[in-house]
C-alpha cells in the first residue's frame, strides 16, 4: 500500500521510525511536507507576513498531488503542550482532501478532543490504537480467465515458449467439497494442498488461505473431510503449463470434460486490485483474447458440476 505520512511538524523526529517499520510491512511511504525543513515555516514568520502567506499556500497547493498518488493517508496524532492526540489545521486539511479523494484514512491514536471532533468523527478514519501492524493488507490473488479454443490453445502455447519464462508443466486432481465455503484439496507434480478461497467463485479477486502437504497426504485430507460429513462435490482434472510473462503468472489448462481456459494473474493488495485488474484485461486484449463473462463461466460450471461424475467415470477411484 503506497501511504503518506501527514503529521504535526513537532512530531518529525518520529517519522523515521514508522517509516522503516511500514516499510518492513511492504509498504511504500511519501514523507510530510517540507520533511526535510521542519521549521521553515518559522523562518518564513520572521521574515514577513507576505512570506509566510506564500508558504503557508505553497504548503496548501501540495496536499492533492501528494495525496492522489497515495492509496492512504497515516495520521501521527501525538500529544503535544499537554494536548493529547494533537491534530493542527495543516493536518486536518490534510485529512479533509484525503476524504475528498476517497482515500483510507488511519489515525495512529483517537480521535482528539477538538474544534475538529465533529468533523473527524464523520470522517470515520480508521483508529490503530498506536498498533502499526493493524495497516499490514492481505495478499489478494487477481485473475483474468476466458475460454479459448483448442486451436488458440496451441497457438498461445507457442507464442509463450518464445516470450515467456516457462515455469512449470503440472498435472492436477482438485476435489471441491459440498459446504458453503470454498473448501478445496489438490494433489499434483510436487506435491499437495488444503486451501480455502473466500469470497464468491469466478470473482476476479480472491483472497486465498493455503497448506500446502505431501503427495500421500492428499487422501488423509480427503479421508478426515469426509469423516466430518463432508464429500466430493465435484472432482476435477487439469493439465497445466506455467509460464512467467514479465511479472505475469500465465496459466494455460486443460481441463477434462471442461475445455481450454488462458489465465492470468497477479498477487497484490486490496487497495491495488482494480489497478491490476485493468493491467489484466489490456494484456488479455494484447493477446487477441476476448474475456469470457461470468455468465458463460457460471453456465459450464453448473453442466460441469451436474455432469462430472459421468465425465470422468473412466478415472473414478
Known amino acids: 500500500m503506497k501511504i503518506f505520512i501527514a503529521c504535526s511538524k513537532h512530531f518529525y523526529n518520529r517519522v523515521g521510525e514508522i517509516k522503516k517499520e511500514l516499510e518492513v510491512q511492504g509498504h511504500e511511504i511519501t514523507l510530510p511536507n517540507s520533511y526535510e525543513e521542519p521549521f521553515k515555516e518559522e523562518e518564513m514568520k520572521k521574515l514577513s ?51 475528498e479523494l476517497g482515500k483510507k484514512i488511519f489515525l495512529f491514536n483517537p480521535i482528539p478532543n477538538s474544534l475538529f471532533e465533529d468533523e473527524l468523527t464523520g470522517i470515520n478514519p480508521i483508529i490503530l490504537d498506536g498498533d502499526l501492524s493493524k495497516m499490514q493488507t492481505k495478499k489478494i490473488e487477481v485473475e483474468i480467465r476466458s475460454f479459448i479454443t483448442k486451436e488458440q490453445y496451441e497457438k498461445l502455447l507457442e507464442f509463450f515458449r ?4 516457462f515455469v512449470k508443466e503440472d498435472f492436477q486432481e482438485t476435489h471441491y467439497f ?26 476476479d479477486a480472491r483472497e486465498e488461505i493455503e497448506i500446502k502437504t505431501n503427495h500421500e497426504d492428499f487422501e488423509k485430507s480427503k479421508k478426515i473431510f469426509n469423516s466430518i460429513g463432508l464429500g466430493t462435490e465435484i472432482k476435477w482434472l487439469r ?13 494455460l489448462d486443460y481441463t477434462k470434460g471442461y475445455g481450454y481456459i488462458i489465465e492470468l494473474e497477479k498477487m497484490g493488495s486490496e487497495y491495488e486490485k482494480e489497478e491490476l485488474l485493468e493491467g489484466l484485461k489490456q494484456k488479455l486484449n494484447q493477446l487477441g483474447i476476448t474475456q469470457s ?10 453442466h460441469y458440476k451436474e455432469n462430472w461424475k459421468e465425465i470422468l467415470k473412466d478415472d473414478m477411484d
Not at 64 to 76: H, M, Q, R, Y
Not at 85 to 96: A, D, H, K, L
Not at 180 to 198: C, T, V
Open 49 to 99: 507576513k507576505e512570506y509566510h502567506m506564500k508558504f503557508k499556500q505553497e504548503m496548501m497547493k501540495l496536499h492533492e498531488p501528494k495525496i492522489k498518488i497515495n492509496d492512504a493517508i497515516l495520521v501521527l496524532n501525538l500529544e503535544k503542550d499537554n494536548k493529547q492526540n494533537y491534530i493542527g489545521g495543516g493536518t486536518f486539511m490534510e485529512i479533509v482532501k484525503a476524504w
Open 162 to 165: 518464445q516470450n515467456a519464462e
Open 178 to 203: 459440498d459446504c458453503e465455503e470454498d473448501l478445496r484439496i489438490q494433489k499434483n507434480n510436487s506435491g499437495a494442498k488444503i486451501w480455502l478461497k473466500k469470497g464468491k467463485i469466478h470473482d
Open 239 to 251: 493439465d497445466r503449463k506455467q509460464f512467467n510473462w514479465n511479472g505475469i503468472k500465465v496459466c
Open 293 to 302: 463473462s461470468k455468465e458463460e463461466f457460471n453456465e459450464k460450471f453448473n
